[in-house]
């Protein structure tokens, strides 16, 4: 196969959890560039929707759902409708997730399992009930959206409980790879460094110190753009890394270096 087309992805489906904004949303918009019909399940519907009718313009099928990835039930109806529409499920992208900013000794237990639940849990409820179909059809690219802090604390904000959702993420990614390895399921992830966001933005326009810790020890010397994900996510859905599973990839301007 010509490398170039092995990054082709018309024909495929793929689901991006939590991609009505953000870093979801751009490697939703990557995916669909590439040629995938794009699922999108998010909590808040309306903005789900709304990145949908956005993506749809490429010229491929989209398809909004509300889905909360912490509900076994939820996550299978997302399922059931998605295979109802398209027949097959090719790409899953786990990347609903979020962070709370408490120190270790204050934070409550509800925030605590809250953290834990959308990004560790829902990963793996969202991948179970995927695989499944995945394995019925003996293929399928899962990339769970991990993040540098599954490997490194971030300094100054404490954020414990987020800081050990990933690293569980990014050994979940591990064991699941090597589980499904035998039915043609690759299993890999991405962990991002610090990303421009709208939400990192407000909190370095609010915070302007955090550049010191945020930036300075960045050897590139700045935030990553979310579209800066598009080519890691096409590639590692895409049969161009077809012998590639198991893998933690770092996209973060060099930050776990030092
Ligand atoms: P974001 O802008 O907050 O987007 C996350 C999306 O997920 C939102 O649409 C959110 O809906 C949705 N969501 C939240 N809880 C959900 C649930 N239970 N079920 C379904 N959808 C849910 O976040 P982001 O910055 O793009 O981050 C995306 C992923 O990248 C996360 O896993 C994050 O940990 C990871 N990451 C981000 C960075 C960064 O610098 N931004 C760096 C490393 C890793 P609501 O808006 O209604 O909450």
Redesign the pocket.
């Known amino acids: 196969m010509n490398v170039l087309s092995s990054f082709n992805l018309e024909n495929k489906i793929a689901i991006v959890?939590?991609a009505?904004?953000?870093?979801?949303k751009a490697m939703a918009t990557g995916l669909a560039e590439a040629g995938a019909d794009i699922v999108i399940?998010?909590?808040?519907y309306k903005?789900a929707k709304k990145a949908a009718d956005e993506i749809s313009e490429l010229g491929v099928e989209t398809l909004a759902l509300k889905?909360?990835?912490?509900e076994k039930s939820d996550v299978q109806d997302m399922v059931q409708k998605v295979v109802g529409k398209f027949n097959q499920i090719d790409i899953l992208i786990n990347?609903?997730?979020?962070?709370k900013n408490i120190a270790a000794e204050e934070m409550s237990l509800e925030d605590w399992q809250e953290v834990i639940d959308?990004?560790l849990t829902?990963v793996f409820l969202c991948s179970q009930a995927v695989a499944k179909e995945m394995i019925d059809n003996n293929k399928g690219s899962i990339i769970n959206?991990?993040?540098?802090?599954a490997e490194i604390v971030n300094y100054p904000q404490p954020q414990c409980s987020?800081n050990a959702s990933?690293a569980g993420v990014s050994q979940l990614t591990k064991s699941l790879a090597a589980e499904w390895a035998e039915h043609d399921i690759r299993v890999n992830a991405i962990?991002?460094?610090?990303?421009k966001?709208?939400?990192?933005k407000e909190i370095i326009e609010k915070n302007p110190e955090r550049k010191e810790h945020w930036i300075e020890p960045t050897p590139m010397k700045r935030m990553g753009k979310?579209e800066e994900l598009k080519g890691l996510v096409v590639y590692l859905a895409s049969e161009a890394s077809s012998f590639m599973t198991g893998n933690i990839m770092n996209i973060d301007g060099g930050y776990t270096l030092y």
């Open positions: 959890t939590g009505a904004r953000g870093l979801g399940p998010d909590i808040n903005e889905c909360d990835v912490t990347n609903a997730g979020i962070c959308i990004n829902g959206i991990s993040s540098m802090s987020y990933k962990a991002p460094g610090y990303m966001t709208d939400l990192t979310p």
